[in-house]
């Protein structure tokens, strides 16, 4: 039996057609998009092209749309390029400079913000309501006078749930506060408009839409004044030295014009399934909570915590079933420790350590609902067994 991929927040497999115009572009556009000869010439239309359509599909300016290697880079460039022209090097006085997150980002986010506190930033880490959704007031009354950016994911890796950075980009511009969104899990999977969010940066990565690893998008407003963290050849308008990669890029932009295409009725199919799944696990084991279950999701994501087991186990046991989900992030997987969001959101001890996080897919069907449940059922009573 083919396993069952249910993990789709670390990653999803590449749609065929992306593939296939990849391979395309590889063997017709292979050239340097910086060399100034035809092939050159061919393979920047092709790069120019691509910012064109993502940009347009994201409601932005194509001149505001840059390619990094993936997603942490993007939020790192968001990050530190915002902040660089406030900072001063070692022994150097500098202005006091402030910045607001929160405890739901993403490790890229929080590892970057911790490096810059490292470097003089002050931190303010917004609590998380019990409902893993945070409250724009939170947001207005930890701004400061010296406040230069704040960065708040729009939609959460592990829980799914959808954060009101439409209004916290509001408070943000009246006091003249850049912002930052991680949309990197929501880009193709709920609507996202740059323009009518009114964020300063926004980052995405085209692996979670279906297309390639290795592309990351960063959205930025001229207002943003970002500056490089890489430095080179002066590629992205300077702000990203070394070569595209055209044919990634490319594909990047036929996924996410596919994704999006498709996406009114997959999202309906997809809640669907996420709660026929939700569902069918309670009413065998009544006594899993549905972490932020009244909360704005994401249509896919499932977030589950299991009483008196550890979220790795089960996730193992699972993985001998054929079934493939995870733990929490990706990029944090195999840390002993609890969730920091579940810690954060003040979730019940008997539950904090059992978290699983279900994500599901363009590949997915009615049939997964049932197989999914009696595997989860098998994992866990094998292990309360043990």
Not at 123 to 147: I, M, S, Y
Not at 203 to 232: C, D, E, M, N, W
Not at 252 to 259: N, P, Q, T
């Amino acid at each position: 039996m083919e396993p069952l991929y249910l993990d789709h927040c670390a990653t999803t497999p590449i749609h065929p057609e992306v593939l296939s115009e990849m391979t395309r572009v590889y063997q017709e556009a292979f050239a340097n998009p910086s060399s100034l000869h035809q092939a050159g010439r061919m393979a920047k239309q092709t790069l120019e092209r691509a910012r064109e359509r993502i940009a347009t599909r994201l409601d932005a300016r194509p001149e505001d749309v840059l390619f990094t290697a993936g997603g942490t880079e993007a939020n790192t460039l968001a990050l530190f390029g915002a902040l660089e022209r406030f900072l001063r090097g070692p022994g150097e006085p500098s202005a006091p400079v402030h910045l607001i997150s929160s405890e739901l980002e993403h490790p890229s986010v929080q590892r970057g913000i911790e490096a810059l506190a490292e470097r003089g930033v002050e931190v303010t880490w917004l609590p998380v309501p019990a409902n893993g959704v945070l409250q724009p007031e939170d947001v207005e009354r930890a701004l400061r006078p010296h406040t230069r950016l704040v960065s708040v994911m729009l939609a959460n890796n592990e829980i799914g749930t959808i954060q009101p950075i439409a209004d916290i980009a509001a408070l943000c511009r009246a006091r003249g506060v850049l912002l930052h969104t991680d949309a990197v899990q929501a880009v193709g999977k709920i609507p996202v408009s740059f323009r009518d969010l009114g964020v300063d940066l926004l980052t995405a990565s085209a692996h979670k839409f279906y297309g390639p690893r290795g592309v990351g998008i960063v959205v930025a407003r001229r207002q943003a004044r970002l500056r490089p963290i890489l430095h080179g050849g002066g590629q992205e308008r300077g702000l990203r030295s070394g070569t595209e990669n055209v044919a990634a890029i490319h594909g990047a932009a036929v996924a996410l014009d596919k994704a999006l295409d498709a996406l009114p009725a997959e999202a309906i199919r997809l809640q669907r399934l996420r709660d026929a799944m939700a569902k069918a696990v309670m009413d065998r084991m009544p006594e899993v909570l549905w972490t932020a279950a009244d909360a704005p999701k994401l249509p896919h994501v499932l977030h589950l915590c299991i009483p008196g087991v550890l979220g790795e186990a089960v996730l193992l046991e699972l993985d001998q079933l054929g079934v493939c989900v995870s733990a929490g992030s990706a990029c944090s997987a195999g840390s002993a420790e609890p969730s920091p969001v579940l810690r954060a959101m003040g979730v019940d001890e008997r539950y904090v350590h059992g978290g699983l996080r279900i994500s599901l897919g363009r590949g997915n069907t009615e049939a997964d609902v049932a197989r999914f449940a009696e595997a989860l059922d098998t994992a866990v009573h094998r292990l309360v067994r043990m």
